[in-house]
DNA sequence: TCGACCGATTTTTTT
DNA sequence: AATCGGTCGA
C-alpha cells in the first residue's frame, strides 16, 4: 500500500490526514493547504482506512471546487469514478431531491428557478397581491423570503411581530405559486431536502446509514439549513469533518452563520480541532498586510498565521485621478510583470463588484493583452439562452408561469398582457394549472376571438412538442424549437446590433445540449437541472494564458502569482451597502483579508479619485479605510504614475518612428497627446487608420480610429497610436 | 395589442 | 449606460 502522499506534509497537516474516527474540525488560516489535507483525508481513508468511497460525502460551496477536489481525490488514488458524492450542497441537495420526487409535494419534475426566474415570479405575486410595488419592492422581499429559508423558516414559522406582515404574506403566496410552478428555488432546494428528511426519517435514515464519512469545505459559510442537513446524515456514524476559517467568512447576506464553525465543538463532544497556521501561500509582506487589516476585526478566533517566506516585493499601492487611469496603471504594472516573466494566466485583476470589470477590460483589449472575465453575465443568464430554455420548460411543464409568461408572446403572437391575466385569473378561480386555465379560459368564450385563436395556436405548437420531449434528442428538439417558434427568425430580425452574437450563443447552446446527449444525455429535465446549478466560474483557472478578472467573492480559493485589488475606495470597499448592516463592515475586511491572500508574490492596491457612477456623472472618492489601516501605506506613499516625467526632464520628445506610406508617424507623449476626428494614425497591429471619433484629453482619451473596414477603439494613452506629421 | 417614447431607477457579493 | 415600467397614439 503507498503512502507517498502523507509526504511532505506539515504535523498538523498529517494529524488531520490521518484523524481517525470522530467529529474533527479544522481551522485553516488562508493558504494553510486545506484542499490538500481534505483531498489527502478522503485517499487516506479510502487507501489506508478501508473506506468504501462509496460511503464518502464531500460538500463544497462551488462546483469548481467540488470538481477540483474530485479530481485530485482521482489523481491521488489513480482511480477514476470512486463512488463518493462530493459536490456542491445544492447540486448534492437536487440529486437526493429527484430521487424521491414522489415524496415531494412539487411535480415529478420539477424545476429549479434561479434568481432571474425568482424575481419574475416575484414580480407575478405583488402583482396578484395587489402590493404596491413602489412600496414593497419585489427584489426586497425575495430577499426577506431567501433569509428566511436559509435559517430554516417557513411561512408559518414566521411570527408577525417582529416580521413585517406584508413579508409573511408574501411569501406565502410565493410559495403557493411556487408549488403551482412545480419549482424550487436555490434555498428550497435545501429547505425541502431537510424537510424530507424530517417526514420521512427512513430516507434520511439511507443516507445516513450510506455515508460513514462526511466531509465539508469553507464550514463558515454554511448557514443554518446546511449545518442541520450535514448534521443528521453525520451523526449516525459521528464522523463529521469541517473544514473552515472564520475570517473568511464572507457570505454572510447569504444566510451563512459564523456561529456554525464556533459552536462546532459544544454541538459536537469530543471534538478533535486541528489549527493549521502556516501559510505556504504568500510572502511576508503580503501575509502582514492581510493580518494587520484583519486584526482590526473584533471577536476573532484567536490566530497566528506565519510563514517562512521571508523577504519579497512590497506591497504597491496608487492613486489614480481616473477610473481611466488607474486601469491604465494596472496594466502598465501588468506589462512590467510580463517582462519580469510572469504570465498573463499568473496575474489576476479583483474588485468589489462586476461593474468595475470594465475600465480593466477597456485597457487591456486596446494594449493586447488576453484576458478573461469570470461571473459577469454568464452563458445560461443571457436573455435569448432563458428564452430558448422557457420554450423547453414549457415542452416539460406547461404550467410554468415564468417560463410561459417569458415566451407566450415573444416574438409577438397577438398575446397581450390583458389576455395573460384572464389565463392567471381562470386558473385560479377553477383551481387549475396555467395551462388548463387558458384552455379553460378558451373554451368559456372569455377571450376575443383573435386572442383566443392565438393561445391556442401557441398551446399547440407546444403540445408537439411535449409529445416528442422524451424521445428526441434534446439538441434536435430545442432546433425544432427554434424554427417553430419563429424565435430565431425573431433575433435574425431584429436589426440590433447583438442579434449576430446572439444567433451565436443559440448555436452555442445547441452545441451544449448536442454534448450532453453525447455524453449519455437523461432528458430536459436533467438538462435544465445542470443548466440551473453551473455557472461560468466553473471554468476560472482552466486558462493559463490570459489575465484573471474577477470578483473576489468569486476569487476566494484561488491563488495567483500576482494579484491587483482595484477600487481601494470607501463606499465601494467596503460598499455602502454594507456600511449600515450590523457587522457589515466586519464582513467587508474579511473579505479585503480573502483578497490580499489570495496573492503569492506581488500584491497591488490602487484606487481612483474620481469614478463614473451609472455612466454619467462623477464622483469624488475617498481611499477605503483598509488602505489607512495598513502601517506605512498611507494612501499618500507609494504613488507610481508610470507616466510622470523624472523632475526637470522635458516634456517628452516628439519621436520619429518612420516614414511610409506618404508621411512621417510620430509616437506621442501620451500626457500631450490629442486626438480629433479626421486625423491620420498609425497602429502597430493594424496599420494606418483615420480617426472618426475622439473622447477626452491626455493619456484617458478615447479614440475611435477605422482601419479600412474596420473600426477600433483605444484608450490613447495604452495604444501605440502614432500620428501623421502635416 | 403593438411599438415607440419617456422617465425613473439602478442592492454588491452567489448557489 | 442600460434597462424597466408606464403611457399613449395607431
Known amino acids: 500500500m503507498s503512502e507517498a502522499f502523507l509526504e511532505g506534509l506539515n504535523p498538523e497537516q498529517l ?109 407575478r405575486v405583488v402583482k396578484e397581491l395587489n402590493l404596491d410595488a413602489k412600496k414593497f419592492k419585489p427584489a426586497a422581499l425575495l430577499a426577506g423570503v431567501s433569509r428566511a429559508k436559509d435559517t430554516g423558516q417557513g411561512p408559518d414559522d414566521m411570527e408577525v411581530p417582529p416580521y413585517p406582515a406584508t413579508l409573511v404574506k408574501f411569501y406565502t403566496a410565493y410559495q403557493k405559486m411556487m408549488k403551482e410552478a412545480s419549482a424550487l428555488d436555490f434555498g428550497d432546494l435545501l429547505l425541502e431536502t431537510l424537510k424530507l428528511f424530517s417526514r420521512h ?81 504568500s510572502t511576508s509582506p503580503i501575509l502582514d498586510a492581510a493580518s494587520t487589516i484583519i486584526s482590526n476585526n473584533k471577536g476573532r478566533h484567536a490566530k497566528k498565521l506565519w510563514t517562512d517566506r521571508e523577504g519579497g516585493e512590497p506591497i504597491r499601492l496608487h492613486e489614480a485621478a481616473t477610473e481611466e ?43 493586447g493583452i488576453p484576458y478573461v472575465v469570470y461571473g459577469g453575465l454568464r452563458f445560461y443568464e443571457r436573455r435569448e439562452i432563458k428564452d430558448a430554455l422557457a420554450y423547453l420548460r414549457l415542452a416539460v411543464h406547461p404550467d410554468d408561469p415564468v417560463a410561459l409568461t417569458r415566451v407566450i408572446n415573444l416574438p409577438t403572437r397577438g398575446i397581450g398582457a390583458r389576455t395573460v391575466d384572464l389565463i392567471f385569473k381562470h386558473a385560479d378561480s377553477h383551481e387549475t394549472g396555467l395551462w388548463d386555465g387558458a384552455r379553460l379560459a378558451i373554451e368559456e368564450g372569455a377571450l376575443t376571438a383573435r386572442a383566443a385563436k392565438a393561445v391556442g395556436g401557441f398551446m399547440e405548437m407546444v403540445e408537439g412538442w411535449r409529445a416528442t420531449v422524451e424521445s428526441t434528442p434534446l439538441d434536435q428538439l430545442i432546433e425544432r424549437i427554434l424554427v417553430e417558434s419563429k424565435y430565431r427568425d425573431h433575433i435574425e430580425k431584429d436589426g440590433d446590433e447583438r442579434s449576430s452574437d446572439r444567433l451565436e450563443n443559440l448555436a452555442e447552446l445547441l452545441s451544449a445540449a448536442e454534448a450532453f446527449e453525447k455524453e449519455g444525455g437523461g432528458g430536459a429535465t436533467r438538462f435544465l437541472d445542470r443548466v440551473a446549478l453551473v455557472s461560468d466560474m466553473d471554468r476560472a483557472g482552466d486558462t493559463f494564458s490570459a489575465v484573471t478578472l474577477m470578483t473576489i467573492h468569486s476569487a476566494k480559493g484561488l491563488e495567483y502569482p500576482c494579484v491587483f485589488i482595484s477600487g481601494m475606495e470607501e463606499g465601494i470597499f467596503p460598499h455602502q451597502m454594507s456600511m449600515d448592516e450590523e457587522g457589515g463592515v466586519e464582513e467587508e475586511r474579511r473579505l ?30 475617498i481611499p477605503s479605510r483598509f488602505l489607512s489601516e495598513l502601517p506605512g501605506m498611507a494612501p499618500s506613499v507609494a504613488k507610481i504614475n508610470p507616466y ?63 482601419f479600412g473596414s474596420t473600426a477600433k477603439k483605444f484608450i490613447a494613452g495604452m495604444a501605440k497610436l502614432e500620428i501623421l506629421v502635416t
Open 644 to 706: 510622470a516625467r523624472p523632475p526637470g526632464a522635458e516634456p517628452q520628445v516628439q519621436q520619429v518612428t518612420g516614414e511610409e506610406e506618404g508621411g512621417n508617424y510620430y509616437l506621442p507623449d501620451p500626457e500631450e497627446a490629442s486626438y480629433s476626428t479626421g486625423m491620420k494614425v498609425r497602429h502597430p497591429r493594424y496599420g494606418i487608420g483615420v480617426v472618426t471619433q475622439a473622447q477626452g484629453l491626455g493619456p484617458s482619451a478615447k479614440v475611435t480610429v477605422e
Open 592 to 621: 479585503c483579508y480573502v483578497a490580499a491572500t489570495r496573492a503569492k508574490e506581488h500584491l497591488h492596491l490602487s484606487y481612483s479619485r474620481i469614478r463614473r457612477v451609472y455612466g454619467n456623472q462623477s464622483e469624488y472618492r
Open 15 to 123: 494529524r488531520a490526514v490521518t484523524h481517525g474516527d470522530g467529529p474533527l474540525m479544522i481551522l485553516a488560516g488562508a493558504g494553510s493547504g486545506k484542499t490538500r489535507v481534505l483531498t489527502h483525508r478522503i485517499a487516506w481513508l479510502v487507501q489506508h482506512a478501508g473506506v468504501d468511497p462509496r460511503s464518502i460525502l464531500a460538500l463544497t460551496f462551488t462546483n469548481k471546487a467540488a470538481r477540483e477536489m474530485s479530481h485530485r481525490v482521482e489523481t491521488l488514488l489513480g482511480t477514476t469514478a470512486t463512488g463518493s458524492w462530493i459536490g456542491t450542497f445544492h447540486s448534492i441537495c437536487l440529486r437526493i431531491l429527484r430521487r424521491h420526487t414522489d415524496l415531494l409535494g412539487v411535480g415529478r419534475d420539477f424545476a429549479v428557478y434561479d434568481v432571474d426566474d425568482q424575481r419574475r415570479l416575484a414580480k
Open 201 to 281: 426519517p427512513c430516507v434520511a435514515d439511507h443516507y445516513a446509514n450510506r455515508f460513514k464519512y462526511v466531509l465539508i469545505d469553507e464550514y463558515q459559510d454554511t448557514n443554518r439549513v446546511q449545518m442541520l442537513l450535514a448534521e443528521r446524515i453525520a451523526d449516525r456514524w459521528g464522523n463529521l469533518c469541517v473544514v473552515g476559517d472564520d475570517d473568511q467568512s464572507i457570505y454572510g447576506w447569504r444566510g451563512a452563520d459564523l456561529d456554525n464553525i464556533l459552536s462546532f465543538s459544544q454541538r459536537h463532544k469530543e471534538t478533535t480541532t486541528i489549527k493549521l497556521e502556516q501559510n505556504y501561500r
Open 325 to 367: 487611469e488607474e486601469a491604465l496603471w494596472i496594466v502598465a504594472m501588468i506589462d512590467q510583470l510580463a517582462q519580469q516573466g510572469y504570465q498573463p494566466g499568473e496575474i489576476a485583476v479583483l474588485y468589489r463588484t462586476h461593474a468595475l470589470s470594465r475600465p480593466v477590460e477597456e485597457a487591456l483589449i486596446f494594449s
